[in-house]
Each structure stands twice: as structure tokens, then as C-alpha cells.
């Protein structure tokens, strides 16, 4: 029996941010962003890794190290997970706020934009954005295990 289409549908967690500010996000497909990326968009390093990985079936133990001359390429794909994991409030070019929608200029890419690049990322590719630290302050990471919520839902089926 086929799987029910409403159990395909993508999940998104709750997240408490480093900035403070709380938003809906969902893991991305980071294969599918590195099949449909643009020259640029991802770091040569990164591809190399990816494509080692593929073609030794997975047993690759390398993690991903940036070179100085890919951070250009770093800042673009962190933009890009960015986009891909937030569900509300939704990052779009020319955002409407009143329609729970922001753009990237909104997030700052040291706090928040590397906080959910590594989130968001394979364990051996996020390691490598660490490179900016810890959260500020007075801010708790985020804990490994979130409510999960059905992104088919308005309220993302929390409870009342």
C-alpha cells in the first residue's frame, strides 16, 4: 500500500533564534540545493566533497574545510539554506511584512543566517560555518529535540 500523501508533506520545528526572534523551519534537502545550484552558489570544495561522497557510496569520513577565496561562495550559500529552511516568516525578495514575510537583509547573516546554516546542514558540511563562534550571551542554542509541526496546517497543527 502506498504511503498516504498526507505523510509526505514537509514538517518544520518551531526554532528559538540567536537574535531572540522565533521562526518555522525545515530542514533542507541539501542535495537537491547542491543538484540545482548555480556556478557560485556553493563552494568548489563543498561540490568535491559531495561528489567524493556519491561516488564512494557514502564512506567518505571528510569533513568539509572553506578555504579563505570561497568565503564569497560561503555568504551565497548560507542566503540560499537560509531561504530553503524558513517557512514562516517566509524570506522573499520584496517582502510584504504584513503577509509574515521578511527578506535577507532582514537576518543578520553573523547571528542568525550562520546559526541556521549550521542547523540546517549535514554534520560533516555545517561544522565548518562555526568558524564565526558561539551565540551571543545570554542566548541558548537551540535544543536538539523541537516540536515538530505540519506545514499543511495554518498554525502548523500546534496545540491551542
Known sequence: MP?????WRKIYTD??????NQADLRK????????????????TSLRSMVIESLRSGGKTKTKWQISEDELPALYTMVKTICKAAFVRPRIV???????????????????????VFNWGMPSEVGQAGK????????????SGVQPVRDSSVPDGGAEQ
Open 3 to 7: 504511503t498516504p500523501a498526507k505523510q
Open 15 to 20: 526554532v528559538p533564534l540567536p537574535s531572540g
Open 28 to 43: 533542507p534537502d541539501f542535495v537537491a540545493l547542491l543538484m540545482t545550484s548555480e556556478n557560485g552558489e556553493i563552494p
Open 93 to 115: 525578495e520584496t517582502p510584504n511584512y504584513d503577509n509574515d514575510e521578511i527578506s535577507m537583509d532582514d537576518i543578520d547573516i553573523a547571528t542568525d543566517g550562520m546559526w
Open 131 to 142: 568558524f564565526l563562534g558561539a551565540p551571543p550571551a545570554g542566548v541558548d542554542a537551540a
